[in-house]
């Protein structure tokens, strides 16, 4: 048996910090219309700014089209000026959570052990995190990427089977992250393959891997026909309704 056909694709936007009432409303109309047939083989979904997430809400729910958040707190609640909770994003019925996406990670110095706690706090409220990882240019350069994945993934696995086995996996590449340069297929699928014997090891074989980093509809087949790797976490391309759904049809 295939162990992928199990594994239902799933391709999933992230707008970042882009957008607008008008812009949304169009780009998800457009989303919309197109993505019913793509359904049967692939999930879609969307991760939107907070301030959007009711409006995505109000539009998306008679779709198939699900949608998250691009961030969570790992708290539940309290004096955390600024954050968001996932009792929070569950109001706006939310089924995604990025956590550790290589911005935050960057810019806001979210560690390995954030990004767990991050995770844990979706999970408790029936969030799927989708747990970011990659390495930098420089690692990638000193041969350190297998090192840098399983140090980021470390404290991910460390909360358990039941955890592990209801995530989702995105592999972004920083190098590839809105640069243009993607991981060829056979880089990725190294990855994910390393990434996969970790999740093999405690029994969830079934969970996604995602890859991210200037997936776009020309390279998405290449990237899809490799065994590890179960759909994409698409930045810039998930902005133009046309192009995600191309990737999604890949
Ligand atoms: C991302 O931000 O998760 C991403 C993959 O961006 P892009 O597709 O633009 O490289």
Excluded at 27 to 50: E, K
Excluded at 141 to 152: D, F, K, M, P, S
Aim: proline residues 3%; charged residues 15%; hydrophobic residues 50%.
């Amino acid at each position: 048996m295939n162990t992928a056909s199990f594994r239902k694709r799933l391709v999933m936007g992230n707008w970042k910090m882009n957008g607008g009432l008008e812009a949304n409303a169009k780009l998800m109309a457009d989303l919309h219309a197109g993505a019913g047939i793509l359904a049967d083989h692939c999930t879609l979904a969307v991760c939107a700014p907070f301030p959007y997430l009711a409006q995505v809400q109000s539009q998306l729910q008679n779709s198939v089209i699900s949608w998250g958040a691009q961030d969570i707190s790992a708290h539940k609640a309290g004096a955390y000026t600024g954050e968001v909770s996932a009792a929070m994003l569950v109001d706006f019925g939310c089924s995604w959570a990025l956590v550790g996406h290589s911005e935050r990670r960057a810019m806001h110095g979210e560690t390995d052990d954030v990004v767990a706690a991050k995770a844990r706090a979706a999970l408790d409220a029936g969030i799927t995190p989708v747990v970011c990882v990659g390495e930098t240019l420089a690692e990638q350069e000193a041969g350190q990427t297998l090192a840098v994945i399983q140090r980021q993934l470390g404290p991910v696995l460390a909360l358990g089977k039941e955890a592990v086995s209801k995530i989702v996996v995105a592999y972004e590449p920083v190098w590839a992250i809105g640069t243009g340069r993607t991981a060829t297929p056979a880089q990725a699928q190294e990855v994910h393959a390393a990434i996969r014997a970790s999740l093999t090891s405690l029994d969830a074989h079934h969970v996604r891997v995602l890859y991210g980093g200037s997936v776009k509809a020309d390279n998405a087949a290449s990237l899809f026909a490799m065994p590890d790797i179960d759909g994409a976490l698409v930045g810039g391309a998930s902005l133009v309704a046309d192009e995600f759904l191309r990737i999604a049809a890949a």
